[in-house]
Structure formats: structure tokens, C-alpha cells
């Protein structure tokens, strides 16, 4: 019986040429070469010189383009860059296939020592999240402010929309689901990532729901498309299941940098209860609770979890003001405990 498990790919080089990636008015793309990766790198131009760096990671099956909406809003404070992590976006899959995401922070931290921005101002989305929380704990000197909007942390009781998306880290599934949706169109693709995603896909313009199908008809073109998600999808799912020091919750709780906690409570992939418990994990940190988002707040709310990251910095090295959970943010005090 011929094996279902996902295929390895040609190398990057022999890769078939697909249609080019959307950029919106001011960004540009540029790629990155760097030992064993190469990555795409999506920027905007700074308001002025001098303004600290920022690096935005994208979570799984997004890309940089997941950030495009809250970009612009902090042109004047930060200077902006987003990252496609190795096998997203227009970034190739990593020679070694590492899709961990102890892999995802070692090329993070790559790239960030090749370039000398650090220490930046580091975000993370869901599966970026988990990255970047990575990245803060193990590498201090390169993070001035860490902001997670619904980190992949681990959860004991996983919602049951969620368990589709786990489900790709098994052998076989990813090859499975691929014979059964071969009829599904883009369209259709896209209304479904829209409906687990969002809080309220009605929100999503025309434009952009036009843009979304055009993204994922080109990356249904790419050979490693299916491959990149189940093993991005498996790496998740290991990092739940270490323990020690290397345990997610527990390098949450080594995080040095203040830390912007964004959750949403339409969220169907991380559970709304768990912002409480983060709060408590990262020891200076606040918290940002918006009812009606979904799974990726800075698309939905950028204006909010803008204003927000700009209440951060001003705030930074202030004492904690209490606590709020009415769509604004709320200052947690220092605590190295995980809660419950």
C-alpha cells in the first residue's frame, strides 16, 4: 500500500514558478538568504529615522500579509517589518524540512542576528505566538516588547473546532483531506478559513475577500503547500506535549520583555479562558480582551490592538493600573506563576 504520508519536495531552486505575492500601497518584499532558510521579508518605509524595529510573526497557513492591516497604524512609532516563516507565504520550505517550533524561533533568531535590528519590538499570532514566546525566553537581548494575539499555548481541554486543525499533525491526514476537498474551490476554501478565523466574517470587505482567494488559489499551486501545514501542525502539538524547560508555559513564565496579551472571545482555536492564565504566566504583562474577535484580532480589531501596542510603550516601566476586560487593556502585576 503506497504510503499517505505527505511527499518531500524538490528543492527550492526547482520550485514551479506561481503567481506573484499581493503587496499593499507602501509595503515592499524582499528575500532573505541565510544558512539552511530562506525567508521573505514584507516591510514598510518608516515615518522617520530612528524609529525602534518591530518584527511580526504570522501564524499557521498565514503569512506576512496577516499583519498588513496593523502595519500602517504604528508607522509613526515602530519601524515595521513582517516575516513569511520557512514554508509560508513566499518563503520556501527549510532545507532540513524542520517545521518545529523550536525550528520557526531558531530562524527567527537567525534572521534577527543576521540583520542587526534587535532588539525589536517581536509579535506573534497563534502559531507565532508560540514562536515568539520561544524566541523571548531564550533570547532576551533581541526582545524589547513582546505582543501574542491568541498565542498557540498549551491547553488541557482543546475546543472541539479546534480538533480539525490538530488533526493535520497525523500521518496520513493531510494527504486524506486533500483527496476528499480536491473539488473544493478557492472560494469555498477561503469561507471556511474566514468562518473558524474570524469572530464575525462579515466584517471581511469584498476586496479583501477577493484578495484572500487569489492567495490561496496561488498557494494551492505549491508542491509543499499540504506539507508545510501538517508539519507545522505536528510541531505544535510536540511543543504542547514537552515538559521541563522546554515547556511552553514554562518559558512563558522567563519572558523578561512587557508583554501585550490579545484575546479574543469568538476565538474557535485558542479558548478565550485561557487569557486569565496568561496573564498570570508572563511576569509583566497586560491584557487586551475584545468579546466579539475571532482568531486573528489584529485583522478584525487593527485599530484597537494598535492603539493598545502604543499604550505599551508609553506605559513601559510604569506600575501596573488595574484591571479592564472591556476592549481596552488591562495591566496585570508582575507574577511568575502559571495559574490555572
Known sequence: MPSTEPQSVPPANVLPKVAAVKIAD??????????????TVRSRPPAREGLPPALYVHGLGGSSQNWSALMPLLDGVVDNEAVDLPGFGDSPPPDDGDYSITGQARAVIRYLDASGRGPVHLFGNSLGGAVTTRVAAARPDLVRTLTLVSPALPEIRVQRSA???????????????????????AEQRVRGVMALCYGDPGRVSEEGFRNAVEEMERRLQLPYFWDAMARSARGIVNAYTLGGQHALWRQAERVLAPTLLV??????LV?????????????????LTLPDAGHVAMMEYPETVATAFRELLADTGKSPVGERTDGVVEDEPANQTTGG
Request: hydrophobic fraction near 40%; charge should be positive.
Open 263 to 268: 484575546y479574543g472571545g469568538r476565538d474557535q
Open 271 to 287: 479558548g478565550y479562558r485561557m487569557a486569565q492564565r496568561a496573564a498570570r504566566a508572563f511576569r509583566d504583562s497586560r491584557l
Open 26 to 39: 507602501g509595503e515592499r518584499l524582499r528575500s532573505v538568504h541565510l544558512p539552511g532558510i530562506t525567508l
Open 163 to 185: 480538533v480539525p486543525t490538530g488533526l493535520l499533525a497525523l500521518p496520513g491526514v493531510a494527504a486524506l483531506f486533500t483527496r476528499l476537498t480536491r473539488q473544493w474551490t
